[in-house]
């Protein structure tokens, strides 16, 4: 997807899929049982906090940020995602609020709905690259951020993000709108050869 997605144009897709309510104690504990329950494997995490953005990796059992001093008392909301679903949390008091969604392979159980997919690219250019994360800066800025790239990164200088953005329609206007959306993956926002 990636380059090649925002290279055409935006299409409408029929799919299926899931969606379920969580909820977790705003405890760094009760975030893992959590995102243990919903995500079996790996996958990438933003977290936002009052002071700054975090990326970070979910293994299948543990968080590793690329930050050391990730406090649970500052997060504000935060995302798991991989190509296939996203758990979407975000603090009420002492909870965490939100949803499960997960794409359904065609012929299976869920939903049937429509969504679009579109690729933007993140501000920064790739700096450095180690440890599966790469470094984007915007010099002009002076802003950088640390976001997980398991890939060659050596290939690429921009990166960007996909997002799936679900459709619902208002029956009572019969407007179309996006209901939903998630993030799909972190990916090369260039041609990479």
Known sequence: MGFTLAKQGLAIV??????????????????TETAGTWLKGPADVVLWQMQ????GTWDGSAFHFAA?????ENILELRIFHRTGELHLRRE????LGRYVQDIEEGGDGEAGDYIDSFSRLWGKKTDAADGYVLLQDADRKLAMR???PGDATKADWYGLTTRNYIAFDETTGLAGYSDERFVAIEPAQEVK
């Open 14 to 31: 029929h799919g299926r899929h899931v969606w379920s309510s969580v909820f977790a104690d705003a405890t760094m504990d009760a975030l």
């Open 68 to 72: 050391d001093d990730v406090a649970t």
């Open 147 to 149: 976001v997980p790239y």
């Open 93 to 96: 008091d002492d909870l965490f």
């Open 52 to 55: 700054r953005i975090v990326w």
